[in-house]
């Protein structure tokens, strides 16, 4: 169980790593130096904000229904709330913050950028709450299966905005 559980989770992982060296390769590319770095300089803070809403609920999930499966009902009914609050908290935080963080930076186009990537706090937030859960469970090929789909799906995403005009927007 462990191996079988261990080798699905690593493919996920492999397929997550692809998936991220394909969209910075990819955009490097096609964004030219200007609007990659706007890109990374977006996603790097970004991804600091994601820190403190997937690391908080997520973890507790894992281990909670892990050590007490047949209370994972309960548990998922009374933290889902929390989270999707906590997640709000900072999406709202992050949004308020956007025009400050482009003074920070001096450069107001970040404002915009940095308050249609906030969307992703959400989303995000929602999507580590439910892999968090199969995580817990058990349901490994579950969690791989949507490791994979999220890797996959990502970099076709963005390519396709890409393309489709929407540069770094």
């Not at 998922?76 to 482009?102: D, E, M, Q, T, Y």
């Not at 308050?115 to 580590?128: C, F, P, R, T, V």
């Not at 968090?132 to 490791?147: A, C, E, I, V, Y």
Request: net charge positive; aromatic share 14%.
């Amino acid at each position: 169980m462990v191996g079988k559980a261990t080798i699905l989770l690593l493919v996920s992982q492999v397929f997550l790593m692809v998936s991220g060296y394909a969209v910075n390769v990819g955009l490097a590319r096609l964004l030219g130096p200007a609007d990659f770095g706007t890109f990374n300089v977006v996603m790097s803070l970004l991804l600091v904000v994601q820190l403190f809403v997937i690391t908080g609920i997520p973890i507790a999930l894992q281990k909670f229904v892990a050590e007490n499966t047949g209370a994972s009902r309960l548990f998922l009914r009374k933290s889902l709330p929390v989270h999707v609050i906590n997640s709000c908290g900072f999406f709202i935080l992050f949004w308020i913050l956007a025009p400050v963080i482009a003074n920070v930076f001096d450069d107001q186009r970040l404002s915009f950028f940095l308050k249609i990537a906030g969307i992703d706090i959400l989303a995000y937030g929602l999507y580590k709450y439910y892999i968090s859960m199969q995580n817990g469970l058990h349901q490994f090929g579950r969690q791989t299966l949507s490791g994979i789909a999220y890797a996959v799906c990502k970099p076709v995403a963005i390519f396709a905005l890409v393309l489709a005009g929407f540069s770094v927007t």
